[in-house]
Structures are given as structure tokens and as C-alpha cells.
């Protein structure tokens, strides 16, 4: 830490703000170090507010995209997500049934959309069926979200879950 006497120039308030030490040839050690400590600090301060905005981008896209080639299912598992990963592991079913009503509508967009246009000829079946098993996993959500007890509730947006995880994974890839 430097010596307090080098700072007693800041505060001279007469003498108006800041006020400069006359320029000297002799700079004592204790002044380099702070002249240089200064430096440092404001160089790490810049490249930090800099790459700021970078991160902060990057983070929000990646969050935005989870690489979903169709939009419907980008959205519902916008919804999915916070539920599987935060409320069900602390069984926070009020939670679950708070959100069914747009889960369940958002997994209607899904089936409305049906057999993505891209999807392989020898895929396409399997992807038919197990839209239907989604559809059917939604229905029983739906009804256990309104008046099923809580371990129905969780059996049912397990099926749900899973159901869309299968569907995901026959997605067209981007």
C-alpha cells in the first residue's frame, strides 16, 4: 500500500478536482508500483467489461436454442425443462400443475404438426406412432394435472417427458 502523504494532493479541495502533483523526474518506487498497479487494474477492468457482452450473448442464445430442428419443439421443452430439471426433484407438484395447462398446449402444437416433412421414409411410422403415444402420455397429464393425485401426477409427466425425449431424438437433424 502506498504512503498516505501521496494522496494528501487529492485532497485539496481549493486547489479544484483532481488535482495533478507537479511532474517530477524522481518517481519513488512506491509511486511506480502504484502507477503500475493502477494500470493493471484498469486494463483488467476493460478486457472484463469488453468480453462482458460476448458472454452474456452467447450464454442467452445458448439457452434460447436447445438444437431442436422445429419450432414447436424448441418451445415446448422451453416449458419441460424447468419442470424436469427444478420442480420435480423437489417435488414441487403445484408447480407442475400451475404449468400443465401450457405444457399440454404447447405438446398440442406438437402432434397438430405431426411427421416433420424431413423426416426419413423409414422413420416415419415410428415417429407416427410415437406421436400418438405423446398425444395419449398429454391427454393423462392433463386429466392427472386437474384432479390426479400427486404420485399420478408425477407417473404421467414422466410418460410425457419421456414420450418427448423419444421424439426429439427421431427429429431431423438441422
Do not use: C
Not at 17 to 37: G, H
Not at 85 to 98: F, N, S
Amino acid at each position: 500500500m502506498a504512503a498516505p502523504h501521496l494522496y494528501l494532493h487529492l485532497l485539496r479541495a481549493d486547489e479544484g478536482w483532481p488535482r495533478r502533483a507537479a511532474p517530477t523526474n524522481k518517481t519513488s518506487p512506491e509511486e511506480r508500483k502504484v502507477k503500475q498497479s493502477r494500470l493493471v487494474h484498469n486494463l483488467a477492468l476493460i478486457v472484463l467489461l469488453s468480453a462482458t457482452p460476448f458472454f452474456a450473448n452467447s450464454i442467452s442464445r445458448s439457452e434460447a436454442q436447445h438444437g431442436f430442428s422445429v419450432k414447436e419443439y424448441e418451445e415446448f421443452h422451453d416449458v419441460l425443462h424447468p419442470l424436469e430439471h427444478d420442480a420435480l426433484p423437489k417435488k414441487d407438484y403445484r408447480r407442475i400443475r400451475a404449468n400443465a395447462g401450457e405444457l399440454v398446449k404447447r405438446g398440442r402444437a406438437i402432434v397438430k404438426i405431426g411427421v416433420p416433412p424431413a423426416t426419413s421414409e423409414d422413420q416415419k411410422q415410428a415417429f407416427s406412432q410415437e406421436l400418438k403415444k405423446f398425444g395419449d402420455a398429454l391427454r393423462t397429464f392433463q386429466n392427472h394435472a386437474k384432479k390426479g393425485t400427486n404420485d399420478q401426477l408425477k407417473a404421467s409427466y414422466s410418460s410425457v417427458h419421456d414420450s418427448f425425449e423419444m421424439l426429439a431424438s427421431m427429429l431431423p437433424r438441422r
